[in-house]
């Protein structure tokens, strides 16, 4: 795995969610290529541990990157403004993304934002989102905008259709070849066993608190199975993107 620390040159950082921001960094000039389903680790002044946050974009020179503000560090975060951002990067291995294929994308509240930069590496993808209520929904616009076709669903039915992603996903598995999905856990539970009863063949993205980023900590292990045998691997390293089948809920 390539990575560098960089100092990327702050161009925005916008509240565009209830509690959600979209930052932006320039990235003329770096070699550094970044896969769809990578991420940032991104150092917070202050703090001591790095914070990871999902790659929304790397287009047209700027590396965005969306995220929620949880604690004090993505506090601190939404704080920002000019000048330059330490950021440790491309992190961790992405979706598999082949041609040929149809994939539907799912996200789920801050799973969303990755789903972005995943679809601009599809053939007009289903992306199907879900959110908690309208005041959270997010990046409809920009799907729309990279070709794909849209699903929207909210908890509550503020936005969209009421449910989950899972009854969206259950109603159109048959238009697609494959699933990936980014999201909490139980929603990825979920969409594996959607998937794993009609023999489709689905990717996650798991989501993990994280220490280093590079696996020399134990912080985000998670348990998996291959070839018979339950292990342990990381999330940062060996992940974030699982084959769903593999992991142990």
């Known amino acids: 795995m390539k990575y560098d620390v960089r100092q990327l040159p702050l161009i925005s950082n916008r509240e565009i969610a209830d509690g959600i921001f979209d930052m932006r960094l320039s990235l003329e000039g770096e070699e550094l290529t970044v896969s769809c389903g990578q991420f940032a680790h991104v150092y917070v002044p202050g703090k001591t541990l ?33 000048g330059s951002v330490d950021v440790l990067y491309p992190l961790g291995n992405g979706f598999d993304i082949k041609s040929g294929k149809r994939y539907c994308l799912i996200g789920g509240g801050i799973g969303v934002p990755p789903m972005l ?50 009854d ?37 993205s798991l989501e993990e608190r994280m220490g280093c980023g590079v696996g020399a900590c134990l912080v985000c292990a998670v ?24 992991v142990v809920f």
């Open 50 to 82: 790095r914070r990871p946050i999902s790659v929304c974009d790397a287009s047209d020179g700027v590396l965005r990157l969306v995220y929620q503000v949880k604690g004090e560090g993505t506090k601190i975060m939404s704080q920002m403004n000019g």
């Open 223 to 246: 348990k998996v199975c291959k070839n018979g045998e339950e292990i342990m691997q990381h999330v940062c390293k060996d992940g974030p993107v699982f084959n769903a089948e593999e």
């Open 168 to 204: 969206l996903l259950k109603e159109n598995i048959s238009r697609v070849d494959e699933v990936c999905a980014c999201g909490p856990s139980p929603m990825l539970r979920a969409v594996a066993a959607v998937c794993r009863e009609q023999g489709v063949p689905c990717q996650i």
């Open 117 to 166: 930069y995943t679809a601009k590496q599809c053939e007009a993808p289903l992306v199907i989102t879900g959110f908690r209520s309208e005041s959270l929904v997010i990046l409809q616009d920009d799907f729309k905008a990279a070709g794909c076709e849209v699903l929207l669903c909210t908890d509550d039915g503020t936005a969209g259709r009421q449910g989950f992603v899972t």
